[in-house]
């Protein structure tokens, strides 16, 4: 008799389980190539035209998880790769955009919002935020 009971009471507290365990989150990763060239026309000033290049390649591991009213989005950068003629961008600065975070929100329209980036102030970072926040990015 007491198999019956434990059967019936397993099977009745069954969907209270289901219903408790929250999905899983969906963790995938991209590459993504960015170029850009700036050209400033210095000759007011007396000065030749100054051209900047940027070119980045990045893998980032990119994991969403449901939340209420959205999904919590984070993305790690995994590897990177920089060639350009910025002087800013210093091999200090690409050391410390590798493994950096960019966490941010997903609305139920799958428009992203309060993306922030860590370590913050990081020139390639930004870069990578301006990726992430992309519009129609999560729409599906």
Do not use: C
């Not at 590459?31 to 210095?42: A, G």
């Not at 410390?96 to 929100?105: I, M």
């Amino acid at each position: 008799m007491s198999v019956r009971y434990a059967l019936l009471a397993s099977v009745s507290l069954t969907p209270f389980f289901l219903l408790s365990t929250p999905p899983a989150p969906s963790t995938t990763k991209y590459r993504f190539d960015l170029k850009s060239e700036t050209t400033v026309d210095l000759s007011v000033v007396g000065a030749p035209t100054q051209v900047t290049n940027l070119g980045l390649s990045a893998w980032v591991v990119m994991t969403l998880t449901d939340s209420a009213g959205g999904k919590a989005v984070h993305v790690v950068v995994d590897s990177l790769k920089v060639d350009t003629t910025i002087p800013q961008i210093t091999p200090g600065t690409i050391d410390s955009a590798r493994g950096g975070r960019v966490n941010g929100f997903v609305d139920p329209t799958g428009h992203i919002k309060n993306v922030t980036a860590t370590p913050g102030g990081n020139p390639l970072l930004a870069s990578v935020q301006g990726v992430v926040n992309a519009p129609d990015s999560y729409t599906h």
